[in-house]
């Protein structure tokens, strides 16, 4: 079983809708979760950090930590084709590495 | 990205030969990580360092190797052991907040 799990998609939405994107993990020491962004043969761009449960918003961008359930979940509201991407998320334990999802493919149609 | 410059943007590498990619930062931060990512997948670890003269063995390290002798750079050879390198390669530098900036990528390509 993978440490972290996430859908692959790809994930094809109209232009205003609410995305969910979510990650399921295995190891309860997991403390920082994190959200990026990639482009195209780009470089992932931090989009979210949060240090262990609760909610935190951006904008239009909201991660949501639930710890008891080894869940996140990052929402984009009102999203637009800019918004297009691959999503990844990522896990921490204290002074151990970083372990990413596969990513999801988000197409956000106009 | 905005601190952390990977070199060269594109490398192209013979059988059995062996590359070394760069990276280099200025953002005085100790943990360098190296990420290996292939068509729609996600990042796989393939070394990373907490500090100066100490690294450790990700997921995938078998065909690579580094060195870290300064704080600003982390460099990844691909070795000629690793029979499947075409990927694209990313570096990533983790702050105190555990947060990861990234590189924007080599591509490698076997010829």
């Known amino acids: 079983q993978k440490e972290v799990e996430q859908d692959p998609g790809p994930l094809s939405v109209p232009e205003g809708a609410i995305v969910s994107l979510n990650c399921t993990y295995s190891n309860s020491a997991f403390q920082y979760f994190m959200w990026y962004r990639q482009y195209s043969r780009k470089g992932p761009e931090l989009l979210m950090y949060?240090?262990?449960?609760g909610n935190k918003e951006d904008g239009r961008f909201t991660a949501q930590v639930d710890k008891s359930s080894k869940y996140i979940s990052l929402f984009i509201r009102d999203s637009q084709p800019s918004d297009s991407a691959t999503y990844l998320c990522?896990?921490?334990?204290?002074?151990?590495?970083?372990?990413f999802g596969a990513g999801t493919i988000l197409r956000v149609k106009s | 990205d905005g601190g952390i410059t990977q070199s060269p943007k594109y490398l192209f590498r013979k059988e059995g030969q062996n590359v070394t990619l760069s990276c280099e930062q200025n953002?005085?931060?100790?943990?360098m990580y190296w990420y290996r990512q292939d068509p729609g997948q996600g990042l796989r670890l393939i070394y990373y360092?907490?500090?100066?003269?100490?690294?450790q063995k990700g997921d995938i390290a078998e065909g690579y190797s580094v060195s870290r002798e300064k704080k600003e750079s982390f460099p990844l050879t691909v070795t000629s052991a690793q029979k499947n390198p075409t990927a694209f390669y990313l570096c990533?530098?983790?702050?105190?907040?555990?947060?990861?900036?990234f590189g924007q990528g080599t591509r490698l390509t076997v010829v």
């Open positions: 990522a896990m921490r334990e204290y002074g151990n590495k970083l372990v």
């Open positions: 990533a530098v983790l702050n105190d907040n555990t947060e990861a900036f």
């Open positions: 949060t240090y262990s449960s």
């Open positions: 953002l005085n931060h100790d943990a």
């Open positions: 360092s907490q500090i100066v003269n100490d690294f």
